[in-house]
């Protein structure tokens, strides 16, 4: 049996807390606005004008791939890999 204060509990409840559905913090959660405006913030704004364009919302986000990045319309390479890292970063 786990203890409450075990690695494997704490895990588990951490995990529990990100996916929460109605969690407006969740990036999960956030719409389109929400979406390209993280992207201005952090410096990314012609993907924010992309991902805009796009409808990209919250679930989309945090689905992304090297792939997917590059179908939006982030052209280079090491801007999808740096982009995908704060993305990755989120969850």
Same mark, same amino acid.
């Given at each position: 049996?786990?203890? =409450? !204060?075990?690695?494997?509990?704490?895990?588990?409840?951490?995990?529990? !807390?990100?996916?929460?559905?109605?969690?407006?913090?969740?990036?999960?959660?956030?719409?389109?606005?929400?979406? @390209?405006?993280?992207?201005?913030? &952090?410096?990314? &704004?012609? @993907?924010?004008? !992309?991902?805009?364009?796009?409808?990209?919302?919250?679930?989309? =986000?945090?689905?992304?791939? =090297?792939?997917?990045?590059?179908? &939006?319309?982030?052209?280079?390479?090491?801007?999808?890999?740096?982009?995908?890292?704060?993305?990755?970063? =989120?969850?």
């Amino acid at each position: 049996a786990s203890s =409450l !204060f075990s690695p494997t509990r704490t895990t588990r409840y951490l995990d529990d !807390f990100m996916l929460d559905d109605n969690d407006p913090e969740n990036p999960k959660n956030w719409n389109v606005d929400e979406v @390209a405006d993280w992207l201005y913030r &952090i410096g990314y &704004i012609s @993907a924010s004008k !992309f991902f805009r364009e796009k409808k990209v919302d919250g679930k989309m =986000l945090v689905q992304m791939n =090297l792939p997917t990045l590059r179908e &939006i319309g982030v052209s280079t390479l090491s801007e999808r890999i740096t982009l995908l890292h704060s993305i990755l970063s =989120l969850k």
